[in-house]
C-alpha cells in the first residue's frame, strides 16, 4: 500500500478509535509515523503493515493492562 493511502487510512482510524499522533511521538500523518507504527507493530508482534488500526490499536490496550496488571501485583 502506498504511504498515501496508509496515512489516509490511519487518519480515519484516529478519528474512529481516538489515538492521537502526540500519543505515538508523531507530529504528521506521514511517512516518519508509518514507521513509528510498524516498530511498534513488530515489538507487539502484530502484522507489520504501517496501518494503527482496530488489531494495532487492540495489541497496545492488552499490553497495557498487562503493565498496569504487573504493577499492582
Known amino acids: 500500500m502506498s504511504s498515501e493511502r496508509t496515512n489516509a487510512w490511519n487518519r480515519g482510524y484516529s478519528a474512529k478509535l481516538g489515538w492521537t499522533l502526540a500519543e505515538l511521538g508523531a507530529d504528521a500523518f506521514d511517512r516518519d509515523?508509518?514507521?513509528?507504527?510498524?516498530?511498534?507493530?513488530?515489538?507487539?508482534?502484530?502484522?507489520?503493515?504501517?496501518l494503527f488500526g482496530p488489531a494495532t490499536?487492540?495489541?497496545?490496550?492488552?499490553?497495557?493492562?498487562?503493565?498496569?496488571?504487573?504493577?499492582?501485583?
Not at 509515523?33 to 504501517?50: F, H, N, P, S, T
Not at 490499536?57 to 501485583?73: D, F, G, I, N, R
Open 33 to 50: 509515523l508509518i514507521r513509528i507504527v510498524e516498530a511498534i507493530q513488530a515489538q507487539l508482534e502484530v502484522e507489520v503493515d504501517g
Open 57 to 73: 490499536y487492540a495489541a497496545c490496550l492488552a499490553a497495557e493492562v498487562t503493565k498496569l496488571s504487573s504493577e499492582l501485583a
